[in-house]
């Protein structure tokens, strides 16, 4: 709950902003509903929820006007006037932003600090909850993370990848990117610095067969690799330096590079047990994989590396065995390691809370606050999808996978809005305007699906969908 301290002296600003009209004076002292969940929980209708910043919120299409809320509510903090239920907190902090005197606080942080100290004192501090501002909590996790700043995402990691956990996309197909793979493969020693001596070659087209970018082809009984300095038509080659390149800055391979994170939920998620983590480390057992039919594991992987293999009986490929081949390929600029990835719950103060982050956490471990959330790092399993997903990439993470807002819809009910305008305030657009008849609309152009506004609402009169595409 929010909370007043002694620097309050009655102004009501905070009043006059509450959406829900949570907060009233008590002997000159602003006081609010204290968010305990029990109008909730003797709700008939199920039309009072706890929404992702921890609040309560009303939902006037279920909500009767019955009073059983406004009776048992213990602080008398409840109200009914003109059918629409009143005084329940949402926990929006709209509050402590009104207060000129900075005497509003979020009461979570107060009392967290004093049940920590509590528990200390009796050895009991193990039971408390942890904090997410205390530097040494975070969680972690250990797997191969690559280094993008060295990474040329030449696909040599990729090749030598048993479990075919790692994805490489690169923009210019056709072309050398220095793997050496071909190098690596060649039975007679005839390539070397990516040059084919042809007097050593035996045209046996091994390395045709296995470059994992098809740079690499056949003409006039020669071999002959595209280089990224060449302009290429299919499989003629125009001339050396013909392309547009104007140095190797220009010519340089770019694109993306994504593999396991060893978070662990494909093995959660899998119905059979054919997944399991040993010593911290995926494994699969085939025999027992091949007799799924939801394939519910593939579903949970966050970074979609995770697949049904293409050889019959083998079940899944895309999961880390963290054999560490990949470190050992990657030879030159070893921008492939095993790494331990920690994260304290922090964020930037990029955060527009559109809530998108507690919604598909798969450990319901984030709860969204007002330009930031909290996260229970009991339950994040470093999975990464909350970074993955969101919009303004105020979340860190390491992979480059990311996901996008492709399209969606936002319509705001009349006959449930409040006209308390927190949809406006909150929205990071400014797509959210008040009409000369006073009702509230949303402007599809300017839009960005975000959910914001749908997180603020009190009222639950946001109307709102999103669907996602994968953008990297």
């Not at 082809?217 to 001339?239: C, L, T």
Request: proline fraction near 4%.
């Amino acid at each position: 709950m929010f909370l007043s301290t002694n620097k309050c002296e009655g102004s009501g600003e905070c009043i006059k902003e509450c959406p829900t009209e949570a907060i009233r004076l008590i002997d000159g002292k602003a006081f609010s509903c204290i968010t305990c969940g029990a109008c909730a929980e003797a709700c008939p209708n199920r039309a009072i929820f706890k929404n992702k910043y921890g609040g309560y919120v009303v939902d006037r299409a279920r909500c009767n006007a019955c009073g059983v809320c406004e009776f048992t509510c213990p602080v008398n903090s409840i109200k009914i006037e003109e059918g629409v239920v009143k005084g329940i907190c949402a926990r929006c902090g709209i509050c402590v932003d009104a207060c000129p005197h900075e005497a509003r606080i979020d009461a979570f942080d107060i009392i967290e600090d004093r049940q920590l100290q509590f528990l200390e004192s009796f050895n009991l501090a193990i039971q408390a909850p942890k904090r997410v501002s205390t530097a040494k909590d975070e969680v972690e996790r250990i797997n191969v993370v690559t280094d993008l700043d060295k990474c040329t995402l030449c696909r040599r990691c990729e090749y030598y990848c048993p479990t075919e956990a790692i994805i490489v996309n690169v923009d210019q197909k056709g072309v050398c990117t220095e793997c050496r793979i071909c190098e690596d493969i060649c039975p007679a020693d005839a390539i070397k610095d990516t040059t084919i001596d042809n007097e050593k070659c035996t045209l046996c087209l091994k390395c045709v067969k296995e470059c994992p970018n098809n740079a690499i082809y056949m003409k006039d009984f020669q071999v002959n690799i595209k280089k990224p300095d060449m302009a290429v038509e299919g499989n003629e080659i125009i001339g050396e330096g013909a392309a547009d390149t104007e140095g190797m800055e220009n010519a340089a391979i770019t694109g993306s590079i994504v593999s396991c994170l060893n978070c662990g939920l494909c093995v959660e998620a899998c119905e059979n047990g054919a997944l399991r983590m040993v010593d911290g480390k995926i494994r699969c057992d085939p025999s027992i994989c091949t007799e799924c039919e939801t394939m519910a594991c593939t579903e949970a992987c966050p970074v979609g590396t995770l697949k049904p293999s293409d050889i019959p009986g083998m079940g899944l490929k895309g999961y880390c065995v963290s054999c560490g081949r990949c470190v050992k390929a990657c030879d030159v600029n070893e921008a492939r390691s095993f790494k331990k990835v920690t994260w304290d719950g922090s964020i930037t103060d990029d955060c527009i809370s559109c809530g998108i982050c507690a919604e598909i956490c798969p450990k319901d471990a984030i709860t969204l606050k007002r330009g930031t959330i909290e996260v229970d790092l009991h339950k994040c399993i470093l999975c990464e999808k909350c970074g993955i997903h969101c919009p303004v990439d105020a979340i860190p993470k390491t992979t480059m996978r990311k996901k996008s807002i492709r399209d969606g819809f936002t319509l705001i009910n009349d006959k449930l809005c409040m006209k308390c305008h927190l949809c406006e305030k909150i929205c990071p657009e400014e797509a959210i305007s008040e009409t000369e008849d006073g009702r509230l609309v949303v402007d599809e152009t300017n839009c960005i699906y975000c959910g914001a506004c749908s997180n603020a609402c009190p009222a639950r009169a946001v109307i709102f969908e999103r669907e996602f595409e994968e953008s990297v």
